[in-house]
């Protein structure tokens, strides 16, 4: 395990596991290691599906399925967003997807304590047809450095996890576009897509949020250097951080 740390492997690939909104959440190698900046998209996610209705998890009186805060997770990586989303609520159900094979299989360890459903494919192409018009919150945390910017990133990153979880195209921005574009038809009403992004890459962000027909906020924490775009069907945001339109 030294040995492998002083040659540049991950200290959570050498372990095996990532500290992540104070779980223990499984990474194996070539699956990309979550940050902590996202822990800032978990606590927006969750104040935006409390707005909605879900109560806190101390709340044990069980929900119909049409009552239960639906959650999905897209590029999803080790699970760990949608892992800490629905551990911070009660009633939800958790939907999950990524393109990569490791990625999904560390996934559904992560996610098999919480009943949650996983899927191979791109983006929404693996989900269930009957989740299109029923998702609350719509967590993701898709690839936004931009393609030329990856030479400059640390060997740890772009050695050993999979570009197609770092490559966000030429600005950055282009997987976060076809995210947007394909929302509206799968959030439910009242729902929230929440996009983590860059500070100089937040406009861009909540224009392709704006373009596909939902009301784009911006929210950061600068501590943390995180920024996460809210896309809103009602216009309902969530709280806890600096908002700005």
């Known amino acids: 395990m030294v040995d492998r740390r002083v040659i540049g492997h991950p200290l959570e690939h050498v372990v095996g596991w990532a500290d992540f909104c104070g779980l223990r959440i499984a990474v194996s190698d070539g699956v990309f290691v979550p940050r902590r900046r996202s822990e800032f998209l978990v606590r927006q996610a969750v104040g935006v599906a409390l707005a909605q209705g879900a109560v806190s998890a101390k709340a044990s009186h069980p929900l119909p399925e049409e009552q239960r805060v639906v959650v999905a997770d897209l590029c999803c990586g080790s699970g760990a967003i949608g892992l800490a989303v629905v551990s911070a609520l009660a009633h939800t159900d958790l939907y999950a997807a990524d ?24 983006l929404y192409d693996p989900l269930p047809a009957s989740l299109r018009g029923r ?79 939902l009301t784009a906020t911006v929210a950061a924490e600068d501590d943390v250097d995180a920024t996460v775009v809210i896309g809103s069907m009602t216009g309902v945001t969530a709280s806890g951080g600096e908002l700005r339109r």
């Open 99 to 122: 393109i990569e094979p490791a990625a999904v299989a560390c996934a559904r360890q992560n996610l098999r304590a919480v009943g949650g459903h996983v899927y191979q494919g791109d």
């Open 135 to 213: 998702i609350d919150v719509l967590v993701v945390n898709a690839p936004y450095v931009p393609t030329g910017e990856i030479a400059f990133m640390p060997a740890e990153a772009r050695l050993h996890e999979p570009a197609v979880a770092l490559d966000g195209g030429s600005d950055g921005v282009a997987m976060h576009r076809r995210v947007a574009d394909g929302a509206p038809g799968w959030l439910a009403a009242g729902g929230h897509l929440l996009i983590e992004t860059s500070a100089r890459q937040a406009e861009l962000t909540a224009a392709a949020v704006t373009a596909s027909g």
